[in-house]
């Protein structure tokens, strides 16, 4: 007889058939096709702005060792057309919605929170506070810790919704931006979203983006991604959900056992479709032959 | 649109440049439309990182096979080279949407520049197969490059060949030829692939002539899934401009209205 | 005939060959047996510390996806063997002979600073201010760019050699620090030293390098060396040493063209023991196929 | 310390775990001697990123050819079992110090454990040839991987073989049988490498009958040139303890000094 294993994990109040979830933005509703979407612990759909806006220059992907830089910006038809087109083609699914947010100031962050916090169908929010491909050299409201306190104090006002607050790694201290985060009243912390990178063609001397910047993700930052996992597991209690660079379970389990208690899997499903389902496998595997009944044994337990 | 590991039947190069490879799908249960393509990837490793897209060059139903034709550019075509018959290919599709033949169109102009060939080829494949009369004017660097000129003719194409080598790849030179073959043939449509210039040159000819015409558009990719808002390009309908995604809309569009950047 | 080529660049006042050098910690004397030391830009022994120190525990090296993390600490025989053994080693070569210095304190960095800068076989000195892996998870005093103008302030007193301040990575903001050790004195900038990082062995459970943290360093971290280089580039004249995962010359190009006008190699020496020479090859060739007269030309000409 | 491109002569699997190979070294003028090591470059992409460490296994000065055993373990092996014969083999070294086979010790004693034995078949193979009796005690999970106990039979020496399998590796197991061939053969020298509690061993019986020795260290390598300090390792002389690099100063030391964490 096969032993349970329990996979089951909680974000807030909202509670996860396991810990994978897709990364914002390399997620869309045509990978239906190749992915059951029913076998993931939630969805997240790319970030929302309130306004339509159009995004950044072509080319806006290109290769790194290990890795890519996108900036895609947030390429968005605006608020009304999620409402009325992306939520419906989403909440067939039996998993839980997480809507992901971007916003230009806090006063929007408030208004989109509102509007999509009562929505029936939302089961939760990420704050983007990282994108680092906004407007102004990459600044992002997560790296400053006051702003983030006052943004997530702020929000919390306006919803009871679980919130995650999608953190930046650009920082010096983590530490201090994802404590800001807990004291503003955030459920749960995303670790974290794309580093600031810039490649160049040397033939053409032009940048490899059109917007000169990107976000770098893949296998190249995970060993980043981990550290800052770890440290953040240091300093608070929130379940962290760890991101960047997963290719299989045994990443996964990686950021697992550095602290986090869920997992985005983004890039890798650019290279194979299944590869969020396919992780929630590899994890379930890891169990299987370590013999670990929950996954709560796991987080954190890095031995050092 | 799902992941196909399918075996490979041959891997060959095929001029200085170019590979051509053929897959046995016999596994594989899809319809698949000229135009269209498959995302590639070309190495087992994680470098090159993401998968290559690459249009379907022949579509054999008879014996369950397709073929691809390609140019070594980079890493990733460098590493897809390396496979060999009984390897397999990992390809996820057929992605996108394909060229439409229109029954009333009997007489269509080509028009290809480099890898673009292979994208018209599988075109010509399918308005041979319809009867549907085809004359195309491939555009390469070199004689050496325009080895799929015999395959369209074996479809029965008419294939004029025009180089930067010869001097005869002048959008001016083109221009002419292009004119003297809409007229000569009484041209129903218009059908471009890999060349910005020629895709304005067909756009403005289109215009003139009042042709229809499609045009199948490049664009470097992340995901070829419609997820990940890479592979953009803007159409513009009725004084409006829109974004759409290459890989998931395209990467065939109407040719009148892509905004050539 | 084929033209000259001028590779010729100057940090301060001190000019170079060629814009190559090794990367602190990679490099050794030994290495003389596979490579020809006196064809690259200068030479730069591993970070010297005042009293001698042990470094942190096995294993100290890990892979990543395209990098590695060292957890070396800075293991030294303190600055006595350094002046009695280290520099008549290499003061035998033909060319600048930079020494890398590690401090706990102010002080301590002034202090070195005064005894190596008045040697007369050192020709420049590098402050590594940023070595993540000093006690104290991680900090370093180029994290703060008030420390880092004073550091560089009180070591300007000190001493007339070219300064190079090498910055660390692991900040929000890059440019900060790099205008504060402008403003301090410094001659040159160094940009930058390794990303903190952390793996686990998911089957041991344990961290991979013992020290738990270490630096990320190799091909994994160049486009966010790039993008550093280009914002350094952006807000001082100082002149740029780029560094970070350079593994051939076109790499270096890139860095380059960013805005660097020297690099660093680290990593790629051991995987090519004539990394060094092989780059400034590479560079050569790059300049005669593109006609580049002089390496300046290509200094900061990306074209965004 | 230099890096050598040589001809791959063989490459193949030998147990279930171990591959063997053999490289012409024509081109390269080196002396070679047991215990040192080359670090090789097992794939030519940035994945597996760092070159790997392995021992000589056989010197063959007659014919031109050094011998590597090794086994199976992640990536960089595993890559390495993909070059044919006839690719390249991407050397660096050799690497470090070697053996010291003093010409008083004329009845020797290996104990090797796993990958160890590929060290200290070299050894045997020298003493053999220079009329060394050479007794070795060879530790490994299972008879399969103990391929390597041949080898140094055909050197001469007389091999005994310990299994966790059998039951018959557990250190008080290898005690008595040490102690017994110490005291049969009148042996003159120890020599170990490949486990931690083995060296332990040998380290107290080399005390207690007063026998020189010597250890081969296996540690995480960075550059193997000195360079980078990841290899280190402490030894103890007259009461102080320093920190040595296993690739320049090692990876063999005397036994007494080494201290074993
Ligand atoms: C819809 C579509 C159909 C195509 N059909 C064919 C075909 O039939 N035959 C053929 O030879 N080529 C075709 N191409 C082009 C082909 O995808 C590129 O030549 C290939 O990706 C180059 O990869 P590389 O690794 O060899 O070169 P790299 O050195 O990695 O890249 C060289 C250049 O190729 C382009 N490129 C790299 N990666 C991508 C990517 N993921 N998406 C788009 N462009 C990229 C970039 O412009 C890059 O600068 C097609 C492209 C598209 C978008
Ligand atoms: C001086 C020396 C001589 C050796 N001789 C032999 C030999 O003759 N035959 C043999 O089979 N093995 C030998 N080894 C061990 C061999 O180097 C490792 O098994 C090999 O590096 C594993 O690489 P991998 O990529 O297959 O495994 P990985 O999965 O990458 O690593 C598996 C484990 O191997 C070790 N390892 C990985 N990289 C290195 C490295 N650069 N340096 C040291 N250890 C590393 C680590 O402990 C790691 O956890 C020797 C090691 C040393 C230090
Ligand atoms: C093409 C692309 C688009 C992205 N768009 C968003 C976005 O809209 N919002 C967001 O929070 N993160 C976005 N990200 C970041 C991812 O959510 C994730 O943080 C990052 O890719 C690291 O994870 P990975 O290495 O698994 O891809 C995007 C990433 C990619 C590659
Ligand atoms: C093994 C090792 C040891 C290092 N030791 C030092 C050091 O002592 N001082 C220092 O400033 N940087 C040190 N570094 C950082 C390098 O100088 C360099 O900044 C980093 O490796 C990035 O360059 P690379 O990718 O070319 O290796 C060390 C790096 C490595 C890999
Ligand atoms: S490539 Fe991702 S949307 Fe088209
Ligand atoms: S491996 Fe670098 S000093 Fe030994």
Redesign the interface.
């Known amino acids: 007889m096969i032993a349970q294993r329990n996979m089951e994990v909680s974000i807030g109040s909202l509670s996860l058939q396991n810990p994978v979830m897709p990364a914002s933005g390399a997620f869309g509703p045509e990978m239906h096709e190749a992915l059951d979407f029913n076998k993931i612990g939630a969805i997240i759909p790319k970030s929302i702005t309130k306004h339509p806006q159009p995004g950044n220059d072509t080319p806006r992907v290109c290769e790194t060792h290990g890795g890519m830089i996108n900036s895609i910006g947030i390429q968005s038809k605006g608020l009304d057309v999620y409402l009325s087109k992306t939520i419906p083609e989403f909440s067939a699914y039996d998993v839980p919605l997480i809507s992901s947010i971007s916003a230009e100031s806090i006063d929007e962050f408030c208004e989109m929170s509102d509007v999509l916090g009562s929505h029936p169908d939302i089961d939760a929010l990420e704050l983007n506070i990282s994108c680092p491909n906004l407007k102004g050299d990459g600044l992002a409201f997560g790296m400053d810790a006051e702003v983030t306190r006052e943004l997530l104090t702020r929000v919390r006002q306006v919803t009871d919704v679980p919130l995650i607050a999608k953190l930046t790694p650009n920082v010096t201290s983590i530490q201090e931006i994802a404590k800001a985060a807990d004291a503003g009243g955030a459920d749960a912390l995303t670790v974290a979203n794309t580093i600031l990178a810039m490649a160049i063609d040397t033939e053409t001397k032009k940048p490899m983006v059109g917007n000169v910047m990107g976000g770098l993700s893949g296998p190249a930052v995970k060993p980043i991604m981990v550290r800052m996992i770890y440290q953040t597991s240091q300093v608070t209690d929130l379940p962290i959900i760890g991101c960047g660079g997963i290719m299989n379970g045994t990443d996964a389990i990686e950021m697992i056992l550095a602290g986090a208690s869920a997992v985005q899997v983004g890039t890798a499903s650019f290279i194979t479709p299944t590869a969020l389902t396919d992780v929630v496998q590899e994890i379930r595997d890891y169990m299987e032959r370590h013999d670990v009944k929950n996954i709560y044994d796991l987080v954190g337990s890095v031995e050092c | 649109?799902?992941?196909h590991l399918l075996p490979i039947i041959s891997n060959v190069q095929v001029s200085s440049r170019y590979w051509h490879m053929k897959i046995d799908t016999t596994e594989m249960n899809e319809t698949i439309e000229p135009g269209q393509f498959f995302h590639i990837?070309c190495s087992e490793?994680?470098?090159?990182?993401?998968?290559r897209p690459f249009s379907i060059y022949r579509i054999n139903k008879e014996d369950d096979t397709i073929e691809f034709l390609y140019l070594v550019k980079g890493e990733g075509t460098k590493d897809l080279t390396r496979k060999k018959p009984g390897d397999t290919a990992d390809l996820?599709g057929p992605l996108g949407y394909g060229f439409q033949l229109q029954p009333e169109c009997d007489d269509i102009l080509l028009t290809a520049r480099g890898v673009g060939i292979a994208t018209l080829a599988a075109l010509a494949q399918e308005a041979g197969r319809k009867g549907v009369r085809c004359t195309a004017i491939l555009s390469a660097r070199s004689r050496d490059d325009l080895l799929a000129a015999e395959t369209l003719q074996d479809f029965g194409a008419e294939v004029h060949k025009v180089t930067e080598e010869e001097g005869t790849s002048g959008v001016d030179s083109v221009e002419s030829l292009m004119r003297d073959i809409i007229n000569r043939k009484n041209i129903k449509a218009l059908y471009t692939c890999g060349s910005r210039r020629l895709s304005r040159l067909n756009q403005r000819l289109a215009e003139e002539y009042k042709l229809p015409g499609e045009i199948a558009l490049e664009?470097?990719?992340?995901?070829?899934?419609?997820?990940?808002?890479?592979?953009?390009?803007d159409l513009e309908e009725d004084g409006k401009q829109r974004?759409v995604r290459v890989c998931?809309e395209g990467p065939v569009f109407p040719l009148e209205k892509v905004v050539i950047s």
């Open positions: 649109m799902k992941q990837r490793g994680i470098f090159p990182f993401l998968r996820l664009e470097q990719m992340g995901c070829a899934m419609g997820a990940c808002f890479a592979c953009v390009c974004s998931l």
